[in-house]
């Protein structure tokens, strides 16, 4: 078997079981044992089913699945990264590089999508808008490796919006490459449409601000 074909059998296998998982995550209760154990096997299956889109995306050249699956890689190593962080020590190189290559990446998306859009590309506009998502977060981690985040548990909400970003990009990517009936800016936009709010309310919910910024 070629290995175009062993990669898309892994990549459809692993995409449909992190889809079932992140979605069972969204509704089911934050912080529990099951919780925790699912969160487990979604990361591990999104992150394989992301890992293994780089190399289709080269042997059969596709832009949009290269991109976003940078852009998942990013939100589950960090995301992973700041639930197991309780205080500003804890940050390393290896925290300061994923964030250095998210902005490499971000302004790069950025680029590319003007780029597009002055030739009357409109896609253009899917990749400035991932781009400057990417930019915020690169941002976001600057504020909270610094110390200069006004959450308090930045940590925690940062996880959860890491996570269910890594979702959105993941749904994104389905839909777009199922979509027979939507709009094709429109299946690129209707996940991040439909789950920011959760972010928002999420992080609302679960942050505790700081004492200085209160």
């Not at 998210?102 to 030739?119: D, E, K, P, R, Y």
């Not at 800016?185 to 004492?211: C, D, E, G, S, V």
Request: with cysteine.
């Amino acid at each position: 078997m070629e290995i175009f074909k062993v990669l898309l059998i892994t990549h459809i296998l692993c995409g449909g079981l992190s889809l079932a998982l992140g979605l069972y995550i969204l509704i089911v209760k934050k912080g529990t044992a099951i919780h925790k154990k699912v969160g487990k096997a979604y990361f591990y299956a999104m992150l394989i089913n992301s890992v293994v889109a780089i190399p289709m995306s080269y042997l059969h050249p596709n832009y949009f699945l290269f991109l976003i699956s940078i852009f998942t890689i990013y939100m589950l190593l960090t995301g992973l990264r700041y639930l197991h962080k309780k205080k500003l020590t804890d940050v390393n190189k290896y925290d300061w590089f994923l964030t250095i290559i998210m902005l490499l990446f971000s302004v790069a998306f950025v680029g590319f999508g003007i780029f597009n859009f002055t030739q009357e590309n409109y896609f253009g506009i899917i990749f400035m808008v991932f781009g400057f998502i990417g930019l915020f977060f690169s941002y976001q981690d600057r504020l909270n490796f610094t110390g200069k985040s006004k959450i308090k548990n930045f940590f925690l909400t940062t996880h959860i919006q890491r996570m269910t970003g890594s979702y959105i990009a993941s749904t994104t990517a389905f839909l777009v490459v199922n979509n027979t009936l939507l709009p094709s800016i429109m299946a690129w936009l209707l996940p991040t449409a439909l789950m920011a709010p959760l972010i928002i309310f999420w992080t609302r919910k679960y942050k505790i601000p700081n004492k200085k910024d209160a």
